[in-house]
């Protein structure tokens, strides 16, 4: 049985020391490990970038509420502002009297 083993053995290094095809095989297993590297790496920066996005989209709400808020205070001073200028320029005035 041992000299079987051995037989077997030497057979099996010399397939895969000097056999071509055994060559393809690990240069195959190299790419594929290649490619599931890269695959991994792609779909950590899709998530990455789909966590960028909804903090994009937080951010753009976040602004929109504010222009709201600026608008409706621009127009309430733009309206102070005005009402202020009407009351200056139509103000009556008061007659002074003299006395001398």
């Not at 909804?54 to 709400?61: E, G, H, I, R």
């Not at 205070?73 to 502002?81: D, E, K, M």
């Amino acid at each position: 049985m041992n000299d079987e083993f051995s037989r077997v053995l030497s057979q099996q290094m010399d397939y895969y020391s000097n056999d071509p095809s055994a060559d393809q095989i690990n240069r195959m297993r190299g790419e594929i490990s290649q490619v599931r590297s890269v695959m991994i790496d792609n779909i950590d920066k899709v998530l990455e970038r789909g966590d960028r996005l909804d903090l994009l989209v937080d951010k753009t709400t976040t602004m929109q509420g504010n222009t709201v808020r600026f608008k409706r205070q621009a127009r309430r001073y733009r309206s102070t502002t005005w009402w202020r200028n009407v009351k200056l320029t139509y103000q009556p005035s008061t007659p002074t009297i003299n006395f001398s």
